[in-house]
């Protein structure tokens, strides 16, 4: 790995933050995260298919949203992605970059990415 690589310095970052940044005893409901998720649901149906890119461990938005929807979460982190298939069973996560990561066309209902677009370089933020 480079020192110099922004994505791993992301990626190697949330290894070793992960259980700081979002405890196993974090509450999901402290925060706003609800509220933004029944924005984003309002006009799905259920087991509808949602895409949550940097997901990190799963919570609290693909732990909320797997109640009713068919869930895959994307994260950079190794670390993340193991947290989120323990703390998430009902979902799929995968372990890549949000940007090289594929999937066919109208794989998805809705995509979500929260606070995690910030991590990915200006220039491929398309």
Known sequence: MSDHNPKEIVARGYDRVSYAYRPND????DSDYGRWLSELTGGLRPG????????????????????DFAVTGVDISPV??????????DATF????????????????????????IHVPLSEQR
């Open 26 to 29: 974090w509450s999901d409901g």
């Open 48 to 67: 509808d298919r949602i895409l949550d890119l940097g997901c990190g461990c799963g919570r609290p938005a693909a732990r909320i949203l797997s109640m």
């Open 80 to 89: 993340q992605v193991e947290r989120a298939r323990e703390e998430v069973p």
């Open 94 to 117: 995968i372990c890549s970059d949000m940007v090289k990561v594929d999937f066919a066309p109208a794989s998805f209902e809705a995509i979500l990415c929260l606070f995690a677009i």
